[in-house]
């Protein structure tokens, strides 16, 4: 039902923008200069509006959705994003394009991708063609190439049903700028509505580029000897996983399990809505591909994040040491229009590498923040070890930017809250009789702007119990990240708060946990 209606308000919007771009985008291709470095405009109200993140990549203005063509090329991690310049709600859609040389500090850059005839710019990923097999660039000079959806509104509004394609856009200058292929799109659409969100990548044992698309209730996979021409490989889905929305934002790749020799392909697909606490999220497949056939090994459904605020996460091409990293965009279809937000809607995830381990006969994915984050880390509070006998609690404004680590035991309960000085707060759990831990906003702040943004606790189900685990909670003003478990276990959440939560305590009603705590504030990323 929920997908219904948010299919139908897209569809209205899709329609609705159609006409006003058709005739107005063949100028605007051009528009592709750098914007001036961030560090040349901060001044004291630079990103200082309420709510606004800190350390978490948002836009300095405008509607944000999806992170897209995640690349790293010369030095620069590259993330474009969906983008809509004209409204802080979702409109026809372009690439924006931020820079960076860490993932931590980033710089915002030009719009990068404008609609055009062929339709409004979705979602999609972006590589680099080394041996310059699609002939765009030179050996010397590989180019970087953009597959991403049109999205043809004015199709959509005849009821037509082939109105998504793939199209191909390419830069020879480290992604600067952007040329659109002459005879796009690349891929058309076999009649079928959901049609979108190629990622593109590399497959070294067939010696082929492989796409993995979204199709509505599956994935299909694609294979291309020069990113132009496609062929159908295969299909997966229909029959696996979770299927309560529309799947969404493939993204295929390998990995080695941890301590082993083994490898193992993991696919992620999000879904929308149909996520394990209502609305958007991620599941994820582990099983194996044969450069033409993806099977999935178990028959469980994984979720990536059990938090409500994660979505469309895939993972960087080309990311040095073969580092599997990802961005998600930090919101949820349900209310991501609503949030009180005015300026600008809406963050991405703090960059996360993935890894996979095995445990209790199965594979997990964890996910670990990056190394490079720790240099924004300045430390207020070290403890070595804890008696949990009596309540922790810690009073200190520079909480509203922090990390709190801590270790426990998930045979312990436990309770970890942020508040402020007006008593609203967020609570995160460990019920080990239920083997569940939660994460409750009902009494976080701003929560009426939508009806299904506070309306019940988040649960996250967990399957050891004896096991002593850390946990890291990282609070950044309108977001909370937790990891436990070495980041098995991930809830992702946004909060609106009206004043700075600015107090914390952990407490157990058991009799003794011994844990160290270190609560460290975070710099923001906004002033170098
Ligand atoms: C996911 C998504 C994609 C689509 C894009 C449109 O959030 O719906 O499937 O390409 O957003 O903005």
Redesign the pocket.
Known sequence: MTHDLNQTFKQILFYSFSVFFIFSCGEKTKRTEAAPEISERVNDTFFQEPFRPQFHFSPEEKWM??PNGLVYHQGTYHLFY?YYPEDIV?GP?HWGHATSQDLIYWDHQKVKLFPDEHGYI??GSAVVDHQNSSGFGTLENPPLVAIF?YHNAEMAEKKRIDYQTQGLAYSLDNGQTWTKYKNNPVLNNPGIIDF??PKVFWHEDSKKWIMAL?VKDHAEFYASPNLINWSKLSEFGKDAGAHGGVW??PDLFRLKVEGTDTYKWVLII?I?PGGPNGGSASQYFIGDFDGSVFSADHEDIKWIDHGADN??GVTYDNAPGGKKITIG?MSN?NYAQQTPTVKWRSAMTLPRELSLVSEEGKYWLRSKVIDAFNKLLIPIKEIESYDLKETFKFSDERLELSQTTFRTKLSQDLSFKLSNDLGEFVMFRIDPEKMEMSFDRRESGKTDFTENFADKIHILPYHVSEKEVDIRIILDRSSVEIFADKGKYVMTEQIFPNSPYTELEIKTEKETLLTPININQIKTIWKK
């Open positions: 959705n999806d969906q979702w859609m979705f979602s959806t979108r969100d979204a969404e934002c999000s929308n979505y469309a965009w279809w």
